[in-house]
């Protein structure tokens, strides 16, 4: 079945796949040519005993061409592959910045991070290399079986009786490989994750005291890996030896069937009587023939990887959009919102200057509100007024921007007790510092720094005073309280200090809102 | 060239190689000399005597040798290749486990895209040799036989293959070197939009509200289009160099026709040059890798000066201190070692924890992990436990952020136990119902099936089956409630009652279950 993935990107590159193919076809084809070319001269060489002019020059010319339709192709195929790579780029753009944010962030953000690096590229090669490799095989050997017929087309039958005989070994050993496979996938699955598991939890390995002992382990897991590895392996290259086979055995046999039939010792019709050029042409075919499938066997893996990362695409590529329904009234309010943890939030509309407490149990949805007032998360029901002004939002997980040395800045790290740690005298130091080794506390300082440095915002805030000292947590609301003298600060917090000084506060309560 | 082909098997596989590789190329050139000779034979009476007999045996044979050598190639060099990962993997996991770098700052190989990263780096470097030592000795080996051939049948020949020979080195060469800096380079952006990403989705909210949300995404996208363009273009570069090279078949087998008829060779006298021809012909396959085989080498070093990061850090081991003093002096420093209050000092006995009690930031858990031997020591003297590689021997350090490892609950708790040790301390951090729901202390667990208060409560469950003398606990209350974390904390220190506990939090309910607090911040 084809996903909807492969579908859009099919249809993206369709025309330069067209294009690619036939490129590609005429290269392949040239490619041939100047084999055959070469086999005339030699053949001419030794037998005719001269060689015109005409024909060397030919010759070199043949030569040439292939690698000049083969760099246009790779041109081609690299153009095609940008192309693929960027829609799915796209898709990941489209999701990230546009999907509702709880859908986004209910994703692992590692995860997320390492598909965007690994994704776009597989997806691209499986819908642009895969494809025509995949497409080039039949074509390279119906080129090679048909450039042979014009030369004796008995030799041409000869090999393509041996296709048959050929993809019945491939049948049986694929079957056999997948068996041997399948019935130790879970064993090699769990044996080939071990050293990346042990990496990742090697801090905890090494507080435990366990480094040893898990090296050690981990030695007998890799030493178990190869071992069944090196079993599956064995029975999967029988593959390429059957490809070896056939392909060394149609030379050999061409070689000698065309070799007495030059004596005249034996008559095989098409395989006697030929000339040396012909016959050293038939020869230069006749690995060519198979050549293609090699290829195919190889693009397996890339196959596989691009397969897994088109389905698992899927979302991305028709994720929802998020949409602000908020009316924008010029100020902040609310009428008969109800949020999405079914709390109902009484009317109420928001000054443009001062200080708002959001109060009330964990749970109460707090935090839910400020979110639904910023516009970050739709209302169950109910309509919601936005203000025409910026917002900006503290928290400990906010995005935390680099570093300017703006002298304002600078007092608000003082007001903000931020300069306490040398660290932050300096904003060289801080810009490294910034998203390494800060404590939760400095942290949402330093958010709180940069969100008040944004003029004309509304600022939202959720626990702004969580995990700091005493003295940070009274410099915190200091500031927030000076701020809100020239603009709306909205605070979720479980602090009474915050909240007594606040000029409004609306007290949540589990499921039921009544404000105060 | 650096070659690192040292076990028997990637012997016994080079051998195969050669013999494969010489096996190829001859039995096309056998094959038509072959045809040349009877074509020759056969226009006179010639044909009458002439003795198929002996080539059409060497072509069979050739052709056998062909595939039964390709297998046994394929076979060694892979089976010798995995012996190279796993004694690689092995000593490298045992490197970083003794390097400063892994104790002293976050833990980025938790997290999924920079452990993809590292294991891209390990595998670069696992299969070296078998991506390129391995193939580049076959086709060397056999190229020299070639030449020697050419050498003795049309030594002229070789005036125009020798500087063929270095062009399609030149070619393979700069396409590799140049590949593998564009290679370099799309890591490198995938890495930093990597990074950019997750930040940004942790901060998704603060950029939503804040209206930047599209800007920020689309500034990363951006990095993550240059590092694709990159890919694909060193791709691009490759796929040329391979188109060039391989014209370097064709044109020395024309090479060494044309100096044969050119010396004056004709009918009988080409035949050893069509032979030498053809075998040129079939040995340009051999070499049309060589730009692939490159670039693995440079991806591989540019991987092993990564992994090279990953030093082995050996610690000056003084000698033991006889006794471990029983009055601490604890530093209070950020990372950086800079001074963020006055020492802390205070005794350290068994059968009286220790709490140190201060909000984030107030540099508690650097100072823990000073004292563990993690981090240099800075507060005055040496090290209160002789030598920080001393102080990691003698203390158990319990961090506040341990995972749990895919396996069985018995081999997360890291101890050589009997069953009923290991449940008693399951019962202490009150586990004990969730492990026998999850199937007993051999079912397999995963850091995505249990809770981060879970995860917390195991961690302490590894600290109490420990034999370190000093136990360190940083922060053992987070993730828990806090009446379960006091009920947890104070069963521990019954169970450590004959070890020095020490232990670091932000909580004044948990801090008043010790016999010392100390205040920072």
């Not at chain 1, 590159?13 to 040239?30: G, M, N, P, Y």
């Not at chain 1, 004796?152 to 050993?173: E, R």
């Not at chain 1, 905890?204 to 898990?214: E, F, P, R, W, Y």
């Amino acid at each position: 079945m084809v996903s909807a993935p492969q579908a859009l990107l099919g249809d993206a590159v369709a025309r330069d796949l067209s294009v690619i193919t036939l490129v590609q076809s005429a290269s392949l084809i040239l490619r041939l040519a100047a084999l055959l070319g070469f086999a005339h001269t030699v053949g001419s060489l030794v037998i005719v005993g001269h060689l015109p002019w005409t024909i060397l020059i030919g010759s070199g010319v043949l030569m040439g061409l292939p690698v000049a339709a083969s760099t246009a192709s790779e041109g081609l195929v690299a153009a095609a592959e940008t192309k693929a790579a960027n829609i799915v780029l796209d898709w990941f753009l489209r999701f990230a910045a546009q999907a509702p944010v709880a859908e986004v962030q209910a994703m692992d953000s590692g995860d997320l991070a390492n598909r965007l690096s690994r994704q776009p590229g597989a997806a691209a090669r499986a819908m642009v290399s895969v494809k025509i490799g995949k497409w080039m095989s039949p074509i390279g050997a119906c080129a090679a079986l048909g450039l042979m017929a014009v030369l004796s087309w008995q030799a041409a039958i000869i090999l393509l009786l041996t296709m048959p005989i050929m993809v019945m070994f491939f049948v049986l050993i694929g079957r056999l490989t997948k068996a041997k496979a399948l019935a130790q996938e879970a064993t090699l699955q769990e044996l080939s994750g071990a050293f990346a598991e042990k990496v990742r939890c090697l801090p905890t390995i090494m507080a435990c005291g366990a480094s040893n002992a898990q090296a050690t382990d981990l030695g007998r897991l890799l030493n178990d890996y190869r071992k069944w590895s090196s079993e599956l392996l064995r029975v999967a290259f029988l593959n390429s030896a059957v490809l070896d086979f056939f392909s060394s055995l149609s030379i050999a046999m061409l070689a000698i069937f065309l070799g007495l039939g030059h004596l005249g010792l034996v008559s095989f019709p098409g395989l006697s009587g030929l000339s040396l050029s012909a016959s050293l042409g038939v020869l230069v075919l006749a690995p060519e023939v198979f050549q293609p499938f090699r290829r195919f066997s190889e693009l397996y893996h890339q196959a596989a990887e691009g397969d897994e990362a088109l389905r698992s695409l899927e979302p991305f590529a028709d994720s929802t959009i998020k949409e602000d329904t908020r009316l924008p009234l010029g100020r902040l309010g609310t009428r008969g919102v109800v949020l999405a943890n079914q709390a109902v939030i009484d009317d109420c509309d928001l000054p443009a200057t001062g200080l708002v407490a959001v109060t009330g149990p964990s749970g109460s949805g707090k935090t839910m509100l400020l979110k639904t007032l910023a516009g970050v998360q739709a209302p169950l029901k109910g309509q919601v007024f936005r203000a025409n002004r910026h917002a900006a939002w503290v928290d400990i997980d906010a995005w935390l921007p680099t570093c300017t040395n703006d002298p304002d800045q600078r007092t608000l790290f003082q007001k903000l007790r931020l300069t306490d740690d040398p660290r932050f005298q300096e904003c060289d130091d801080l810009s490294s510092a910034a998203h390494g080794d800060v404590s939760g506390g400095q942290r949402v300082r330093l958010i709180l720094a940069h969100a008040l440095m944004r003029d004309e915002t509304t600022l939202f805030a959720d626990e702004p005073t969580a995990k700091l000292d005493h003295k940070s947590a009274e410099a915190v609301r200091d500031t927030l309280v000076e701020a809100a003298s020239k603009r709306l600060v909205i605070v979720a917090t479980h602090d009474p200090v915050l909240a007594r000084r606040a000029h409004l506060c609306l007290r949540l309560q589990v499921r039921e809102g009544v404000p105060a | 060239m650096t070659l690192r082909l040292k076990t028997n098997l990637w012997i016994v596989g080079l051998l195969f190689g050669v013999l494969t590789g010489l096996a190829g190329v001859f039995l096309v050139g056998v094959s038509s000399w072959f045809l040349a000779a009877v074509a020759l034979a056969g226009l006179g009476p010639a044909a009458l005597i002439f003795n198929f007999h002996f080539p059409a045996a060497a072509v069979r044979l050739l052709a056998l040798i062909r595939t039964a050598g390709k297998y046994g190639e394929r076979v060694a060099g892979h089976e010798a290749a995995l012996q190279d990962q796993a004694h690689h993997r092995e000593e490298l996991f045992r490197r970083m486990a003794a390097s400063k770098k892994t104790r002293a700052r976050g833990w980025q190989l938790a997290k999924a895209d920079e452990l993809e990263a590292f294991l891209g780096d390990v595998e670069a470097d696992d299969f070296e040799s078998l991506r390129y030592s391995f193939p580049v000795v076959i086709a060397l080996i056999v190229f020299v036989a070639l030449v020697c051939v050419t050498a003795v049948v049309t030594p002229l020949a070789l005036t125009f293959i020798a500087p063929s020979t270095i062009a399609a080195v030149f070619i393979s060469d700069r396409t590799a070197k140049a590949a593998a800096l564009l290679d370099n380079e799309a890591r490198l952006r995938r890495g930093t939009a990597g990074r950019d990403l997750g930040r940004s989705l942790t901060g998704l909210v603060s950029l939503d509200a804040a209206g930047d949300r599209d800007d920020a995404l689309a500034g990363i996208i951006a990095d993550a289009r240059k590092a694709e363009g990159a890919a694909v273009t060193s791709r691009l570069g490759l796929a040329r160099g391979a188109g060039l090279v391989s014209l370097f078949g064709p044109l020395a087998a024309s090479a060494v026709m044309l100096a044969a008829w050119w010396a004056g060779a004709r009918d009988d006298g080409l035949l050893m040059a069509v032979f030498v021809a053809f075998s040129w012909l079939a040995l340009g396959e051999l070499v049309l890798p060589l730009g692939r085989h490159l670039f693995a080498h440079r991806q591989a070093q540019n991987a092993r000066s990564r992994l090279g990061l990953w030093a082995r850090t050996t610690d000056q081991t003084g000698p033991r201190p006889a006794t471990i003093p029983e009055q601490l002096v604890l530093p209070l420093m950020n990372p950086r070692g800079e001074r963020l209050g006055n020492d802390l000092t205070f005794p350290l006995v068994p059968g009286k924890p220790v709490a140190v009690l201060g909000p984030s930031g107030c540099g508690k858990t650097t100072a823990l992990k000073q004292l563990a031997g993690w981090l240099p020591w800075l507060g005055p003297g040496d090290h209160p436990f002789g030598s920080e590689g001393l102080a990691r021997l003698m203390t158990h350090y319990s961090l506040h952020d341990a995972v749990i490892l895919r396996g069985t609950v018995r081999d997360n708790l890291f101890a050589q136990e009997k069953d009923d040790v290991l449940w008693d301390i399951l019962t202490i951090v009150e586990l004990n119902e969730r492990v026998s729901e999850a199937g007993g202390l051999d079912a397999i667990i995963s850091q995505e099936t249990w809770s981060l208060g879970e995860a917390r409560r195991l961690q302490l469950a590894r600290a109490l089956l420990s034999d370190a003398a000093i136990v360190l606990l940083d922060e053992p209350g987070e993730h828990l409630r806090d009446d379960q974390a006091a009920r947890i904390l104070e069963r521990c220190f019954d169970e450590l009652k004959d070890r020095r506990v020490l232990f670091v939090t932000h909580q004044h309910v948990l801090a008043n279950l010790a016999s010392v607090v100390e205040v920072c911040g």
